[in-house]
């Protein structure tokens, strides 16, 4: 009797011993004391779970049926149990059935989260704010993932010009199980950047520095660019910017302060002070070559931008580094390693620059895989591409592969990946992933406006560059406006029958009274193949049928026998194209040479050859310059007239802005028969030849706005009797949806000629 007494009063005591070390956290202390063993564990079991199985709990804890129970193990299962996430409460029981102990745990779950709020946001919307949180609904709650949730959340705000903007949250009792996550939000106002100061810079004003930076001061045009903003990240990237540009103009020493940033009391602007110490300017003293060198130092020294007596420049030497990796890549070092060791010479500020390599072995390229092209067929990009299985590696093969297939405009910016792997067991070959993300290549588009040279127009489009996946390009154009009327049907096959050729043709429509001559209407179509000679240098040779018929005619001169009829041309034209971008383009040139010649039967006939070269380069920071040269001839064939429609004229928003449209060019006075007024006609040149240059700026990034200054010249007449004229001014473009608007103010120099005046064109569309 007493024996079993004192049994019940030690399994008590035992109950009360381990409630009390769990409910007091003392196993949350570092030092237990002593190990205890408790009891040797029969069975193991769990009792409170609803939504998680009991297997799961016993395969997390390391206590096994048959084991002696410790005061350690028993505090390491626990917390192994909290650190599942699914519980807020864990309990250790001892339980007795006869001369046999059970350990037995009682949990008690987590809510789950039944609904997600957020409160206070009205520039956020909520989708946005969702996609930063791991917190889904439905979802177990787990207190430690929605403070990450805040962070993220914090820091979405700050991105977006909420610098100020603060993040809580609370939990609402939603039923017996479950909780309303509430987001409390205040956003405040956005933050303005009102100054930025630099103190210590000597060698660059502090207008260059800030052109430098994406944080930018409030502007004219911060409204509608989102310009002006504080926003944490990028100001952060905006010292690594100063830093680079410093280290790239010699200044290699240089440190750049803690910045510091200062709130209004109204809390809407904010002041920044960023403190530099430049240190001397930096200058190339001697450059080596150690290790695993391929090739003669000579050589070398001539591939390589930096020179001895240089100015020291980061981003060259950068630049070297990627042109010698990849100089050794192309001999089929794939795992070539190129290291750069900087010395400061002592006692000079001169800099001793060792270029370290490191070979590895030859590899060859294995398979390649295309992933991510839901809609573009494998052998789009394969063609593209300039490496090929089982050749030797190359990396400017592989970096053109890559240029190549980002130059179809097929796929999002950013998502063209090439990734190398080295399959299991073949660390001499590579394998070549090709990742893609597709993007929309359909396309509408439609505009309406004012222009001075055309008047009110509307226009629209309607293209796939992308037809049925296979790079094809079908479109249909139109464009209405106060003086012409123009519908186009194109289509172009970039690769013909899966070969090099490029076919395609089109169908038009053109009524067109821009001049004061005559007006008229012309139908017709092309069909056009090319092949490429060179790389990025494509041979065209294109037929064209045209019919064209006068529709009023103002100059009496004109003989609507020559002007009416069929005109069938062949033109053969050469396009070397290595523009960094078509529709925006900041460095490469464009050049076009072009050979037509109309009489191929039916009633006109003549012969033109075209030049047409652009040139683009950054010139400092965004500033590009934009240079243009055109010149062209048109001769008789058999003593035929060339027709008035098909003659040069200058002037205009499109050639020399300082005049009016089709003011440049051979003139001559008439006397109108109706009227006895005296008129004057421009009667069309067969020879122009002009030349524009431009400097173009953002003016307001974001909103795509950019302001230029221009000078244009040229002449359309008798190349013996060249009389040329030349104008300069200042305009804006903003690159809208809908095309390139532009807005320029151009100034004639020969201010004594009758032709002279200044004028305003508004246009639509890319210049060159």
């Not at 230029?708 to 804006?732: E, H, M, R, T």
Request: glycine residues 8%.
């Amino acid at each position: 009797m007493f024996g079993i007494e004192l049994k019940k009063i030690y399994t008590l005591f035992l109950t009360v011993f381990l409630l009390c070390l769990v409910n007091t956290n003392l196993f949350a202390q570092e030092d237990l004391g002593p190990r205890k063993k408790l009891f040797r564990i029969h069975s193991i079991k769990v009792k409170g779970t609803k939504k998680v199985e009991k297997e799961a709990i016993i395969e997390k804890i390391s206590a096994r049926p048959g084991m002696m129970l410790d005061n350690y193990l028993l505090k390491s299962d626990i917390e192994k149990i909290y650190a599942m996430k699914f519980f807020e409460h864990v309990e250790a029981h001892q339980r007795r059935k006869g001369n046999k102990s059970i350990l037995e745990f009682v949990v008690r779950e987590k809510p789950i989260i039944s609904k997600i709020i957020f409160d206070g946001n009205d520039e956020v919307d909520d989708d946005d704010l969702k996609e930063t949180l791991k917190t889904k609904e439905f979802a177990i709650l787990d207190v430690n993932t929605i403070k990450t949730d805040v962070q993220a959340m914090q820091k979405l705000f700050e991105e977006k010009g909420f610098y100020l903007a603060s993040v809580n949250f609370e939990l609402k009792k939603s039923g017996l199980e479950s909780r309303d996550l509430v987001f409390k939000i205040k956003e405040f106002d956005k933050v303005r950047v009102k100054k930025v100061v630099f103190l210590g810079n000597k060698a660059f004003a502090d207008s260059e520095l800030k052109d430098i930076m994406e944080t930018r001061e409030e502007g004219l045009f911060s409204g509608m660019s989102g310009s002006g903003n504080f926003k944490e990240f990028n100001f952060q990237t905006d010292i690594e910017r100063i830093k680079f540009f410093y280290k790239s103009k010699g200044y290699l020493q240089v440190t750049v302060g803690t910045p510091e940033i200062t709130v209004s009391e109204d809390k809407k602007w904010v002041f920044i002070t960023i403190k530099t110490n430049e240190g001397p300017m930096f200058s190339i003293n001697e450059l080596s070559f150690q290790g695993e060198v391929l090739f003669p130092d000579e050589e070398l020294t001539e591939k390589i931008s930096l020179k001895t007596g240089d100015t020291y420049s980061e981003e060259l030497l950068r630049k070297d580094i990627q042109l010698l990796t990849e100089l050794y890549q192309d001999e089929g070092y794939a795992f070539a390693n190129v290291l750069r060791t900087l010395h400061v010479v002592p006692g000079e500020n001169k800099v001793d620059v060792e270029f370290s390599f490191e070979k590895g072995k030859i590899a060859y390229f294995g398979k390649i895989n295309i992933k991510g092209n839901t809609k573009t067929r494998d052998k789009v990009i394969r063609r593209e591409l300039k490496i090929r299985e089982g050749s030797r590696f190359s990396g400017s093969s592989l970096r053109r592969s890559k240029d190549n297939v980002n130059r179809l405009g097929f796929f999002e910016p950013g998502s063209v990946v090439f990734n190398t792997v080295s399959p299991k067991g073949k660390d001499d070959v590579l394998d070549v992933d090709v990742s893609v993300k597709e993007r929309n290549t359909g396309q509408i588009s439609l505009g309406a406006g004012y222009s001075t040279a055309t008047g009110g127009f509307f226009q629209g489009s309607i293209a796939q560059n992308n037809f049925r996946g296979l790079g094809q390009t079908l479109n249909f154009t139109l464009s209405i406006s106060d003086t012409s009327k123009t519908y186009n049907l194109g289509f172009t096959e970039p690769y013909l029958m899966d070969t090099k050729w490029t076919a395609g043709g089109d169908i038009f429509s053109t009524e067109n009274e821009a001049s004061d001559s005559f007006s008229y209407k012309r139908n017709g179509f092309d069909l056009r193949v090319g092949y490429p000679i060179l790389d990025y240098t494509r041979l065209f040779v294109t037929y064209k049928w045209e019919d064209t018929r006068i529709k009023a005619l103002e100059d009496p001169t004109i003989d609507e026998d020559v002007e009416n009829g069929v005109a069938s041309s062949i033109r053969g034209t050469m396009i070397t194209d290595e523009r960094n971008n078509k529709f925006e383009p900041s460095d490469g040139h464009y050049l076009s040479i072009a050979t037509e010649y109309a009489g191929l039967g039916f009633d006109k006939k003549w012969f033109k050859n075209e030049a047409d070269f652009r040139f683009f380069e950054k010139l400092w920071g965004d500033l590009v310059f934009r240079g243009r040269y055109f010149v062209g001839k048109m001769e008789r064939v058999d003593g035929q007239a060339v027709p008035r429609s098909e003659k040069y004229t200058l002037g205009g928003a499109r050639n020399l802005r300082g005049y009016s449209f089709e003011e440049i060019g051979p003139k001559k006075t008439v006397i109108d028969p109706a009227t006895g007024r005296v008129r004057t006609f421009n009667s069309g040149s067969l020879f122009t030849t002009y030349t524009q240059i431009e400097l173009e700026h953002p003016l307001a990034r974001e909103a795509g706005l950019k302001w230029v200054l221009f000078f244009d010249a040229g002449d359309a007449s008798d190349p013996q009797n060249l009389s040329i004229k030349a104008d300069y001014g200042f305009g804006f473009r903003w690159f809208s949806p809908i095309g390139v608007l532009r807005f320029e103010f151009g100034y004639p120099l020969n201010k004594e000629d009758a032709d002279a005046g200044s004028q305003f064109h508004f246009d639509i569309g890319q210049l060159f």
